[in-house]
């Protein structure tokens, strides 16, 4: 006798689960510096829904794009990685972090009161921004520069009245809020920053080397007072600096990464970008390299 059976086929697996898009996120808190109100940004990549845990990039600011934490917020996408995620619509798959240092005294010396809205990088419905400069545009010199002694303004970068040491404590808080809303992994922060904000990246590594899976200033120095911190945690470094920069020149580089050297921290990579000047951070930010490598570690 034949035994009886189904026609029925299979049921089809639920079709994928559509990857949430990215978005970007405004976060008010209160700056005990400023005695005020003010907010930061935290994107969120394409998909994020869908994962448990992500990265997390705290991004450091230049000096240009200082503000009020508010209605000037927005001036801290015209470069770097938020400014690739949000404004040129790659998939980079961080959470990040965007804080906004106060003006304080540089809105003459940053050209901040010459900036318009028009200035900032937006997100189009249409396509991209358009696409980065490949070379360098300015009339500087291409000439090597030996290594030479920091400016004794700059041996204790904790005094500066103006920088990012003054809402360190502010910047931490963000980090560990944004790892508790936004399923950020402990194990995979990093830290970079252009500029005034490469040299806030070198201050927050060394006040906290344990909290930072590999940092990466960009075209902003650290100094030699540094290195014992962040030596003894072996706190993986990728710095780097235009060859034609006449704002922060390489040679004031050099003090710190030589006495790291005599330390004997094993994992610090140096990239001179030659061919550019204080802008090279649009070579570093636009590419894949910095990224790629970021995610090659974990504490």
Same mark, same amino acid.
């Given at each position: 006798?034949?035994?009886?059976?189904?026609?029925?086929?299979?049921?089809?697996?639920?079709?994928?689960?559509?990857?949430?898009?990215?978005? &970007?996120?405004?976060?008010?808190?209160?700056?005990?510096?400023?005695?005020?109100?003010?907010?930061?940004?935290?994107?969120?990549?394409?998909?994020?829904?869908?994962?448990?845990?992500?990265?997390?990039?705290?991004?450091?600011?230049?000096?240009?794009?200082?503000?009020?934490?508010?209605?000037?917020?927005?001036?801290?996408?015209?470069?770097?990685?938020?400014?690739?995620?949000?404004?040129?619509?790659?998939?980079?798959?961080?959470?990040?972090?965007?804080?906004?240092?106060? $003006?304080?005294?540089?809105?003459?010396?940053?050209?901040?009161?010459?900036?318009?809205?028009?200035?900032?990088?937006?997100?189009?419905?249409?396509?991209?921004?358009?696409?980065?400069?490949?070379?360098?545009?300015?009339?500087?010199? &291409?000439?090597?520069?030996?290594?030479?002694?920091?400016?004794?303004?700059?041996?204790?970068?904790?005094?500066?009245?103006?920088?990012?040491?003054?809402?360190?404590?502010? $910047?931490?808080?963000?980090?560990?809020? /944004?790892?508790?809303?936004?399923?950020?992994?402990?194990?995979? /922060?990093?830290?970079?920053?252009?500029?005034?904000?490469?040299?806030?990246?070198?201050?927050?590594?060394?006040?906290?080397?344990?909290?930072?899976?590999?940092?990466?200033?960009?075209?902003?120095?650290?100094?030699?007072?540094?290195?014992?911190? &962040?030596?003894?945690?072996?706190?993986?470094?990728?710095?780097?600096?235009?060859?034609?920069?006449?704002? $922060?020149? $390489?040679?004031?580089?050099?003090? &710190?990464?030589?006495?790291?050297?005599?330390?004997?921290?094993?994992?610090?990579?140096?990239?001179?970008?030659?061919?550019?000047?204080?802008?090279?951070?649009?070579?570093?930010?636009?590419?894949?390299?910095?990224?790629?490598?970021?995610?090659?570690?974990?504490?």
């Amino acid at each position: 006798m034949l035994k009886a059976f189904s026609s029925r086929l299979p049921a089809s697996p639920p079709p994928p689960p559509v990857a949430s898009e990215p978005q &970007l996120l405004r976060v008010s808190y209160h700056s005990a510096r400023m005695n005020a109100e003010r907010d930061y940004f935290v994107y969120l990549p394409r998909g994020f829904a869908q994962r448990e845990l992500w990265p997390v990039i705290l991004f450091l600011h230049g000096n240009g794009e200082r503000g009020d934490g508010k209605g000037e917020l927005d001036f801290v996408m015209k470069h770097g990685p938020l400014m690739e995620a949000w404004a040129q619509q790659r998939d980079l798959p961080f959470v990040m972090i965007a804080p906004q240092v106060p $003006v304080y005294d540089q809105g003459e010396e940053a050209g901040i009161k010459k900036r318009t809205p028009a200035d900032i990088p937006r997100r189009r419905a249409g396509g991209i921004n358009p696409p980065h400069p490949p070379h360098y545009t300015g009339k500087d010199p &291409l000439e090597g520069q030996l290594a030479e002694a920091l400016p004794p303004e700059w041996d204790d970068f904790s005094k500066d009245p103006r920088g990012w040491n003054t809402i360190a404590d502010e $910047v931490m808080g963000m980090v560990d809020q /944004v790892l508790a809303r936004f399923k950020g992994d402990p194990k995979r /922060v990093y830290l970079t920053g252009l500029s005034y904000g490469g040299i806030g990246t070198w201050y927050l590594a060394a006040q906290h080397p344990d909290r930072f899976a590999a940092i990466a200033p960009v075209v902003g120095f650290g100094s030699p007072a540094m290195a014992p911190a &962040l030596a003894g945690t072996k706190l993986p470094l990728w710095v780097f600096a235009g060859g034609r920069d006449q704002v $922060v020149p $390489v040679k004031y580089f050099y003090p &710190l990464l030589n006495r790291l050297e005599e330390l004997g921290h094993p994992d610090v990579r140096f990239t001179i970008e030659a061919d550019m000047g204080h802008d090279a951070w649009v070579r570093v930010y636009a590419g894949q390299d910095l990224y790629t490598w970021f995610l090659s570690h974990t504490k």
